[in-house]
């Protein structure tokens, strides 16, 4: 059974820094993109970023660009999302993401992935 389980979410202020975690399981996790896409309170879901399963291809929304940075431990079967410079519009629930299969790019659209963790909430608050 394919798992993906988010870690790391809290409150913060603004400025501050988390990290976010995803540890997955029952599937070849490190032949896989993974993404991290965000819902805010209210709104519909947005894609955030995502890492290839060389590493070497890295994306983020435009609205991340710069403060977050997304890596992956192929030993540890767990993909991280670094938060730095949090703002109160960074405030969502966070998930991890997967397509159906290795062999699929997702891509940029939240709708591409077809496997999602349960979700970690984000609260950037003074």
């Known amino acids: 059974e394919v798992q993906l389980v988010e870690s790391g979410g809290g409150l913060v202020q603004p400025g501050r820094s988390l990290r976010l975690s995803c540890a997955a399981s029952g599937f070849t996790f490190s032949t896989y993109v993974i993404g991290w896409v965000r819902q805010a309170p209210g709104q519909g879901l947005e894609w955030v970023s995502l890492?290839?399963?060389?590493?070497?291809?890295?994306k983020y929304a435009d609205s991340v660009k710069g403060r977050f940075t997304i890596s992956r431990d192929k030993d540890k079967n767990a993909v991280f999302l670094q938060m730095d410079t949090l703002k109160p519009e960074d405030t969502a629930v966070y998930y991890c993401a997967a397509p159906y299969t290795a062999l699929w790019y997702p891509g940029t659209h939240w709708n591409n992935y077809d496997y999602w963790g349960q979700g970690t909430q984000v609260t950037v608050s003074s």
């Open positions: 890492i290839d399963s060389t590493e070497r291809i890295t």
